[in-house]
């Protein structure tokens, strides 16, 4: 098959495109280097059977492609903060350009939502049938309400143009390929520790999320890319639940660090409580997480070792 992957360059696009190319596939990796890399690609441009296009998914492009995985979109709130305008336009311009492809070669597209969607959940663990508390107005909602809408999108295009859609909404995920000042939580504290700089806790620490290895999200992507007309929203991510003071200890332990612990201002909109009930996922994909936070922690840790020591 020849699959197109958007945000290829990306944290979660970089494994996706090594494991289609593992099976066989074509891939055409699609990236506007925003907050993606050529590093997390380098390995994969000698394999004859990956492309690499520079190009911004919020300008229309005409492909030829059986199935098409949207995950072109700044993950990390630094980076989907610093120039909101166009993070509306990439779920929203870019998700259309990306429908059109789909209907006029009748490609399956897979669209990357997220756990965002739920905003400040009232409801937990949150389910598929939850619709969410988002703040329309706020910071976040660039993103939030982006997603939402490349949500509704996927399925007005499904209704109106029978366009075959699988919406998958993924929960905090980590691991190797994040940027070192990608922001997110996992990869801060991880560089932090090792550089024996101060762990930075915004708020108390007491908010929760629930963190995913790489390798099991990305069997889930594919898992419900290749499950026959299934158009979703279903939930992808780890079930269980820590506490971010938890998991500052935790990468303390693992990295053997002495890095204090600060405490930073808890930036606005920020979700108290967030878990995926993930029953639906089991049921229809038969597919859950098997890497514990601890060994994911390990292998991601052991990453930003190489590459901190690489770049010294
Ligand atoms: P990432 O920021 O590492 O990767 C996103 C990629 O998209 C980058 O390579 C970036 O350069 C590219 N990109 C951004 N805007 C683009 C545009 N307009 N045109 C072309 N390319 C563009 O993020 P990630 O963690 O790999 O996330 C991938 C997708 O999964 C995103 O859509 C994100 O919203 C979604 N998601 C991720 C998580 C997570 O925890 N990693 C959680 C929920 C949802
Ligand atoms: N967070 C933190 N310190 C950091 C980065 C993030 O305490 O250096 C907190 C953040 O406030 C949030 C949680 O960790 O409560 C997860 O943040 P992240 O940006 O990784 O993901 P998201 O908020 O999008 O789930």
Not at 122 to 128: A, D, G, N, V
Not at 161 to 180: A, K, Q, S
Not at 205 to 212: A, N, V
């Amino acid at each position: 098959m020849r699959i197109l992957v958007t945000g290829g360059a990306g944290f979660l696009g970089s494994h996706l495109c090594a494991r289609l190319l593992e099976r066989g596939e074509e891939v055409i990796c699609l990236d506007n280097f925003f907050s993606g890399s050529k590093r997390n690609i380098l390995r994969l441009m000698e394999n004859p059977h990956f492309e690499l296009l520079r190009h911004d998914i919020i300008e229309p492009i005409l492909l030829e492609v059986e199935q098409i995985y949207n995950l072109a979109c700044p993950a990390s709130p630094i980076h989907y903060q610093h120039n909101p305008v166009k993070t509306v336009k990439t779920n929203v311009m870019g998700t259309i350009n990306m429908l059109g492809i789909a209907k006029r070669v009748k490609a399956r597209i897979l669209q990357a939502s997220t756990s965002e969607v739920y905003g400040d959940p009232k409801e937990h663990p949150q389910s598929e049938t939850y619709w969410g508390n988002v703040n329309p107005v706020g910071v976040r909602s660039c993103y939030d309400e982006g997603k939402r809408l490349a949500e509704t999108l996927m399925m007005d295009y499904h209704r109106q143009n029978n366009v075959d859609i699988c919406i998958v909404r993924i929960f905090n995920t980590y691991g190797p390929n994040m940027l070192e000042n990608d922001g997110r939580v996992v990869s801060n504290f991880i560089v932090q520790a090792l550089a024996g700089r101060d762990l930075t806790i915004y708020g108390t620490g007491e908010q929760t999320r629930s963190f995913c290895y790489v390798d099991d999200m990305i069997t889930g992507l594919v898992v419900a890319m290749d499950h026959p007309s299934f158009t979703g929203p279903i939930n992808l991510g780890n079930s269980t639940e820590f506490t971010i003071n938890e998991l500052a200890h935790l990468v303390l332990k693992l990295t053997g660090s002495k890095s204090p612990i600060c405490h930073l201002r808890l930036p606005s909109d920020d979700p108290t409580r967030r878990c995926p009930d993930i029953s639906y996922a089991r049921k229809i994909l038969n597919w859950e997480p098997k890497v514990t936070l601890e060994e994911g922690l390990k292998k991601t840790i052991d990453y930003f070792d190489r590459r901190i020591s690489q770049s010294a």
